[in-house]
């Protein structure tokens, strides 16, 4: 009965949304909104399939959201995508075209009203001043309304079954989505003018498929196709651009070239990798001597309070990690922070190079000390007290015996634990992003932090105030994955359990 | 106190004792500063010398920053995601640990390799895909939690190895008695291993439910409206638009938000402890 009710919630779902879909020509959206609701309806609608009942869900997200990214960035990382580029190139020429329209001394004039049948899709309901003619006109083109299709009061379409008509106030939040909004017409097109007028215009630019050129009619400048750095743009014989706008396109292993050879770009990734795999290792090393120490001196049957040392101890490990790194970020404020004030020193922490790599790994030593306590209690305990025993026994005094017997076994016992420790930290966005903002920033390269970790300069390229730099910043993430890929390599090599999968 | 005790077993809990200030002290900060009526940087100590529940009045009633609005979003993103993952991975690890089909060891160690990449080095596809998405169906765009939530749950499958570990130490008899009994496999799922499973199950959770509270990448991306934050990214601004005299505030929030986790810590701490020793590794 639940089973009915949760496909044809799917179903009713999917359905629902079609119209909409094909209307605004969201195709990918939907087929894969109903190759979902195929796979349900195979998996569930029958009796059989029955490990893929338990497997189809779990499945289906992660292939969705984790893996169908993953590959959407290695694609993308072969691309210019990023500002300026974010158009196809159709869609660019028509654009260009559309910003060249110009009013001509005859152009026929239109009372405007702006109608949307849903988010984003706008129709303009024109009436023609000189006819009285009523026409709907959408980026696809003008129609002349019947006149029972609308009404008309006062020369302005009022109302249209199916659509709501904005106000001018609504017409004036929408301007933003509205800018680039033109209905077609022969050579031209209708353009909006205020909130209440549109106009037919002329386009000064035509576009010739046949030659891939843009024409200036007035001028008869011809423009083509120039690629320049790795963008194509339309220019004039002397190389001037027709317009800054260029449009998405491959530029096969470009990214991955400018990395590794642009002697800037290159200095700033090589510096950045090399500090990326210091502070992993230095947050491990860290994080698991100190561990390892504690469990050692407190694992001991004649200590006790036991329970409330970890119950303490798990506090650092229990808070929600932006908040600790928060706090911690207003401990190293150089005037007023919590560590100049009790140690008296005067250390400018987040704004010198060094001192800010310092400041991460002991805020990382804070954050991560109480796992690797934990950790390492539960491998001492589970090495059998005996072992050391005969080796006292035999006459080895008890550090020898932790050096050459416990501390051994115990590393096996961890290694897994410490490569993940590692490729979680290789990859700790947060620690870095909370407390230095990768900075600080020397003003010859703003784009790389002294402290920046790969991610973090990964998502200052796509996302940062110097412009999003989309493929760029995807072919560097490409990189983190095949790095991840080797941590994960070596991870599997140190889990002997692996072996024995049942 | 002997000199053979301090020798024996005092200087360890001198060591522990030092561990200890260490980790409170950045804790006891946060709650010396969530009741200083002053709130500022300036005038709070690690003591907590004043008591004052101001910061957590403005929390509630200044519109600026919609602190119940936040903790709402944030509860909902947390058991969506968690309820999902920790439910298809519950299943999954079903069908791994009691049935035997082909491509069975080839599924759980492509599992454990995905799992170390972590979901957010795809942020940049992520971020067309979700604008895209609104596009089509602005119910799921950015600056949604419905959207965020689905994103996060990427991650469905996070906890296969967990729980299917668990599942294995249950005796298969139980589950085959009862299928002698009449029982379907989802009788035997639902009603036999689940309830057997509690402890493993309440451990993901709560490993499921850190995770994604603390998560802050994703967040600051797709969540930039202010009635649309989380947490995390609410707090962080707080504190961000001005670090010396929003301390007191973001304290107040920041208490409110650790003291139910930190609670849930202590109380599952016995299974927390069996589970990290497995190999798990809160993000």
Known sequence: MTRILCLGTAVGTAAALTPSLVAGGHYVVLSIAWVVVAVLLATY???????????????????LFTVA????????????????????????????????????????????????????????????????RAYAGTPDGLAELSAEAVTVTRGFVTAAPGYTLLSAAQVNDAAEQLRDFAVPTEGGAILRRGLREAFEGRAVLRYDPESDTIVDQRSGTRYTVQRQGDREYYVDSGGER??????????????????????????????????????????????????????????????????????????????????????????????????????????????????????LLLLNLWLGFPYMFLVATGALQAIPGELKEAAIIDGAGGFTAFRRITFPLLLVAVAPILVASFAFNFNNFNVVELLTHGGPFTPDNPDAGATDILISYTVRLAFGAGGAQFGFAAAIATLLFVITGVLAAAQFRATRSLEEVH | MTTRWWREVGWRHAGGLVAVVFA????????????????????????????????FRSLFEDPARPF????????????????????????????????????????????????????????????????????????LGLNTIAGYSLVLMGSALAQVWLIKGYFDTIPRQLDEAAVVDGA???????????????????????????????????????????????????????????????LGVFAAGALMTALPVVLLFQYLQRYIVGGLTAGSVKD
């Open chain 2, 184 to 246: 379907g496999h989802a009788t035997v799922f639902f009603r036999i291993l689940l309830p057997l499973a509690r402890p493993i199950l309440a451990v993901t959770g709560l490993l499921a439910f850190v995770g994604v509270i603390g998560e802050f990448l994703l967040a600051s991306i797709f969540l930039t409206d202010t009635r649309s934050k989380t947490l995390a990214v609410g707090l962080y601004g707080i504190i961000e638009s001005d670090r010396s005299n929003n």
């Open chain 2, 24 to 55: 409170v002290v950045p804790v006891l900060y946060i709650v010396s500063a969530a009741f200083n009526p002053l709130g500022t940087v300036v005038s709070t100590d690690v003591v907590p010398t004043q008591f004052s529940l101001v910061h």
């Open chain 1, 242 to 359: 027709l317009s800054d706008q260029s449009w998405r396109a491959g530029v096969g292993l470009e990214n991955y070239r400018r990395a590794f050879t642009d002697s800037r770009i290159l200095g700033g990734f090589l510096r950045i990798f090399g500090w990326t795999v210091i502070f992993a290792a230095g947050s491990v090393l860290l994080t698991f001597a100190v561990g390892l120490a504690l469990a050692g001196m407190l694992n001991d049957p004649r200590v006790r309070g036991q329970k409330w040392y970890r119950s303490i101890l798990l506090l650092p490990y229990a808070i929600p990690g932006f908040i600790s790194i928060l706090v911690w970020s207003g401990f190293f404020n150089q005037e007023f922070g919590l560590i100049n004030n009790l140690t008296g020193l005067s250390i400018d922490w987040l704004g010198d190079p060094f001192w800010a790599k310092v400041a």
């Open chain 2, 68 to 139: 119940p609005r936040w903790l709402l979003n944030t509860v909902v993103v947390c058991a969506a995601v968690t309820v999902v993952q920790v439910l298809s991975s519950a299943m999954a690890a079903y069908a791994f640990s009691r049935f035997r089909f082909r491509g069975r060891r080839g599924g759980l160690l492509t599992l454990l390799l995905i799992q170390m990449f972590p979901q957010f080095l795809a942020v940049i596809a992520l971020f067309t895909m979700i604008t895209e998405l609104g596009a089509a169906v602005p119910a």
């Open chain 1, 69 to 132: 990214p993953v590959l959407a960035t290695v694609q993308m990382s072969t691309t210019n995508y990023g500002d300026g580029t974010r158009t196809t190139k159709e869609q660019t020429v028509a654009r260009i075209l559309a910003n060249s329209v110009v009013p001509t001394p005859d152009s026929p004039t239109f009372n405007l009203s702006v109608a949307t049948t849903g988010p984003g899709g706008f129709t303009f309901f024109l009436v023609d001043r000189a006819t009285g």
């Open chain 1, 45 to 63: 609608a029958t009796r059989r399939a029955l490990l893929a009942k338990y497997l189809v869900p779990g499945t289906l997200l992660l292939v």
